[in-house]
């Protein structure tokens, strides 16, 4: 398997990870919607749990919008998609703990760790896009702080970009699966 056959089996199977950022953006809304609705530290675990139901929910829109879900077994890059998640984990230990002290800064660190680990999904799909959704999110994570934004409005930022980029994504993957079949 070629390394553009990995990414193209990559970005067929997963509609170009646009499936993963809308679920992803659907979670940041919800979290947000909590911490409006009841406190800091509720919100906080909805974005940690509700994290854990990104994949299963991609995958089923995946499989909704007629694509697998699954990647090619051989494919090298299905590696590096799960390896690329550990940032998540180191991401979420290191927002947790300065939560404690700053709770305002919980969001913007989140913000940048994903906008981190969007620019690997360039080399997973081969959507130089995801340079720019995580160029963003870092940016806004950084002026987040910097601006000393309220606690909120870090998971609203990262709604509106994921799901804005996500409509962009399936656009682009649409157009390059109907290019291919």
Not at 135 to 158: E, N, Q, R, T
Request: net charge positive; charged share 10%.
């Amino acid at each position: 398997m070629t390394f553009e056959d990995a990414q193209k089996d990559m970005n067929t199977s997963y509609c170009g990870g646009g499936t993963g950022v809308l679920a992803s953006g659907i979670i940041w809304c919800l979290a947000g919607i909590v911490a409006l609705q009841y406190s800091y530290q509720s919100s906080m675990l909805a974005l940690f749990f509700g994290g854990m139901f990104i994949h299963p929910i991609a995958i089923f829109l995946s499989k909704a919008l007629k694509r697998s879900g699954k990647h090619n077994a051989k494919n090298p890059l299905g590696k590096l998609a799960l390896e690329s998640t550990i940032i998540l984990f180191v991401g979420l230990f290191i927002a947790f703990a300065v939560a404690t002290l700053k709770p305002e800064w919980f969001y913007p660190i989140m913000l940048m760790i994903i906008g981190v680990r969007y620019l690997i999904f360039n080399t997973l799909y081969g959507t130089k896009v995801y340079w720019i959704l995580g160029a963003l999110l870092m940016i806004s994570g950084a002026l987040c702080i910097y601006l000393a934004s309220d606690f909120v409005i870090g998971a609203f930022i990262g709604a509106a970009l994921e799901i804005v980029f996500a409509v962009v994504i399936l656009n682009q993957s649409k157009k390059l699966h109907l290019k291919t079949t």
